[in-house]
């Protein structure tokens, strides 16, 4: 299995709504990351997991809130988010860093994300 | 800050010319990735340099590392319809804890 699955594909969510994004990998990779894209732009990098422990919160607002329970699960909860937070939610995977070689990173396909 | 400058931003050709993409920054990079990015989906890994002054080749793609470790380039060959995409280059910065940072990134048409 060479792919990282992102669920749902699609989300429109008000702006008083909870929700989860959902990300799996079985790659055995150990680092896992959250990217925002917008249209036209990069992506932007807002959370990285290595070993499941947060390593880096690019500041990103408290409205998001990731989490990963285990080695292959990464979520992204998210709580009264504003219509500028609609975007492309990219998530990947790779070989932690500190393994000695320079991965190359897996994304999945992204949930797009509408706040209304 | 790192900031990745990649240029050009948009480029439109016609099938069967050749063309370069440029990625460059003032921080010296662990590694630097070149994707690529169709609509709707997520960047796809084309390659990964490591080495200042690497060269690597991916059928019509050529790649290039350059020896400081600062810039790159990406030079495609007689381009094809199928070509047609964002191409976007990422700088990884290991000893920030394993960053992967990208260019603004370039939209390339290639008209039959």
């Known amino acids: 299995d060479t792919e990282v699955t992102q669920t749902p594909k699609h989300l429109v969510m008000g702006m008083t709504n909870k929700k989860s994004l959902k990300c799996e990998q079985h790659?055995?990779?150990?680092?896992m990351y959250w990217y925002k894209q917008k249209a036209k732009k990069p992506p932007e990098l807002m959370f990285v997991?290595?070993?499941?422990?947060?390593?880096i919160n690019e500041s990103v607002p408290s409205r998001f809130s990731p989490e990963c329970p285990n080695s292959s699960l990464l979520n992204l909860h998210l709580h009264a988010l504003q219509p500028e937070d609609s975007a492309l939610y990219l998530c990947?995977?790779?070989?932690?860093?500190?393994?000695?070689?320079?991965?190359?990173?897996?994304f999945g396909s992204g949930t797009r994300l509408t706040v209304v | 800050t790192q900031l990745l400058e990649q240029s050009p931003q948009f480029l439109s050709i016609q099938e069967g010319e050749n063309l370069t993409v440029y990625c460059n920054s003032s921080?010296?990079?662990?590694?630097l990735q070149w994707y690529r990015q169709e609509p709707g989906e997520g960047p796809v890994l084309l390659v990964t340099v490591v080495t200042g002054g690497e060269v690597k080749k991916l059928k019509r793609l050529t790649f290039q590392f350059g020896d400081a470790r600062k810039d790159s380039s990406l030079h495609i060959t007689a381009a094809q319809p199928g070509d047609t995409g964002l191409y976007l280059c990422a700088g990884f910065f290991y000893n920030q804890g394993g960053k992967l940072i990208f260019g603004q990134g370039t939209e390339l048409s290639v008209k039959p």
């Open positions: 921080s010296v990079f662990s590694s």
């Open positions: 790659m055995g990779h150990r680092a």
């Open positions: 997991y290595s070993y499941e422990k947060l390593s």
């Open positions: 990947a995977s790779s070989q932690a860093p500190g393994t000695g070689t320079n991965y190359g990173y897996t």
